[in-house]
């Protein structure tokens, strides 16, 4: 069985930072892409960020400049580090990762909340 468990959510006042962490647990191989989605009051889910086992990354354009994604493979963990939140920034973050275990699969994190005032 295969965990993904996200820390680091919370309350912030724009233009402050954040700092999330998602580490992955369980019968697992090797993971290949690991990232971030998050899920704004009333909208669907989409894609803040994501990175390959090689290190390539990806980021939604309203987050390009503010937020970092990183993952240590060995600690088999992702990070995501927000600068400059907005409250638009505001919402249920997803760790996801695609993780080679019994078989290959996208795994899902139970989200952290983020909470950005203004």
């Known amino acids: 069985q295969v965990q993904l468990v996200e820390s680091g959510g919370g309350l912030v006042q724009a233009g402050g930072s954040l700092r999330l962490s998602c580490v992955a647990s369980?019968?697992?191989?090797?993971?290949?892409?690991m990232g971030w989605y998050r899920q704004p009051p009333g909208k669907q889910r989409e894609l803040v960020a994501r990175i390959t086992k090689g290190g390539i990354t990806e980021y939604a354009d309203a987050v390009k400049g503010r937020f970092t994604i990183s993952r240590d493979n060995v600690k088999k963990t992702v990070y995501l580090q927000m600068n400059s939140l907005k409250p638009e920034d505001t919402g249920l973050y997803y760790c996801m990762a695609s993780i080679l275990g019994v078989g290959l699969k996208d795994y899902w994190g139970q989200g952290t909340q983020v909470t950005v005032s203004s």
């Open positions: 369980g019968i697992i191989f090797s993971i290949n892409d």
